[in-house]
């Protein structure tokens, strides 16, 4: 199953070591289903996860966040859009996680953005929360 993370849920997991976005995490290791990403995308989660505001919160040291980013790097499927969206105007950055879900044809989007979750879906991929996504995880792989 190919599913974009938004960087929110990443930062979120590296913040809490428990919640949903940690446990999503961990079942991305463990291989239950597929993180498509783009190079975009990636610039944006080793940027927020190096991020001087986000440091004094994060339960990841410098040295972790750099092997988490370079394992995602490596083991991810990073995709090269082709297609510009623009159906997000009030953050932009938002469109990168629609067109990366679109170009890999992927069975979700899971963020905690409200703009994307507004939408519910896009171009029949469903936008959840890391909630929801946990529970949809939990039904195809029990």
Same mark, same amino acid.
């Given at each position: 199953?190919? /599913? ?5 849920? /990443? ?28 190079? =975009? !995308?990636?610039?944006?989660? #080793?940027?927020? !996860?190096?991020?001087?505001?986000? +440091?004094?919160? &994060?339960?990841?040291?410098? +040295? #972790? ?13 990073? /995709? ?6 623009? /159906?997000?105007?009030?953050?932009? *950055?938002?469109?990168?996680?629609? #067109?990366? *879900? ?14 994307? !979750?507004? !939408? *519910?879906?896009? #171009?029949?991929? =469903?936008?959840?929360? =890391?909630?929801?996504? &946990?529970?949809? &995880? *939990?039904?195809?792989?029990?």
């Amino acid at each position: 199953m190919n /599913v974009v993370l938004d960087t929110n849920v /990443v930062a979120r997991a590296a913040i809490s070591l428990r919640g949903p976005p940690a446990e999503i995490i961990r079942a991305w290791r463990a291989d239950r289903f597929s993180w498509v990403t783009s190079a =975009p !995308l990636l610039d944006e989660l #080793e940027r927020v !996860l190096s991020s001087h505001r986000l +440091e004094r919160y &994060l339960t990841w040291s410098h +040295e #972790e966040v750099r092997e988490f980013v370079g394992l995602v790097e490596e083991v991810a499927t990073v /995709v090269e859009p082709d297609r510009t969206i623009n /159906v997000i105007a009030e953050d932009t *950055a938002d469109n990168l996680v629609l #067109e990366a *879900a679109v170009e890999a044809k992927a069975e979700y989007i899971v963020t905690g953005d409200s703009h994307l !979750l507004s !939408l *519910a879906e896009f #171009e029949g991929i =469903p936008i959840v929360s =890391p909630v929801r996504f &946990l529970a949809a &995880l *939990a039904e195809l792989n029990p």
